[in-house]
């Protein structure tokens, strides 16, 4: 695998984590009976993701157009990505 396929990979990966978080946090937004402090923490948290999500879909589109790729930078949001995804399941679980 070249450094290019390792980039796209490695954002494709970055994009889904951060979706996957932003869909979790707006199922957690929604829950009924919950404090508001805790439901605005969740919106939060959702913005963010959406935010980060949008970065690594214009990353990936800079290096699909350009070609311009840094592997190293692609796998360090990869893994920022799936730790931001297992935080967020920790964080559902109730106390």
């Known amino acids: ?3 290019y396929t390792l980039t796209v ?13 932003a869909g979790l ?3 957690c937004s929604l829950l009924p009976d919950q404090p508001p402090a805790r439901r605005w923490a969740w ?10 999500a949008l970065h690594h ?3 990936l589109q800079l290096t699909l157009h350009t070609g311009l790729h840094d592997p190293r930078q692609a796998l360090l949001a990869a893994f920022a990505g799936a730790c931001f995804a297992l935080a967020a399941f920790a964080f559902r679980r109730p106390a």
């Open 1 to 3: 695998m070249n450094g």
């Open 9 to 21: 990979w490695a954002l494709c990966a970055a994009l889904g984590t951060q979706a996957l978080v």
């Open 25 to 27: 946090g707006i199922g």
């Open 43 to 52: 919106m939060a948290l959702t913005v963010g993701s959406l935010l980060l």
């Open 57 to 59: 879909a214009y990353t």
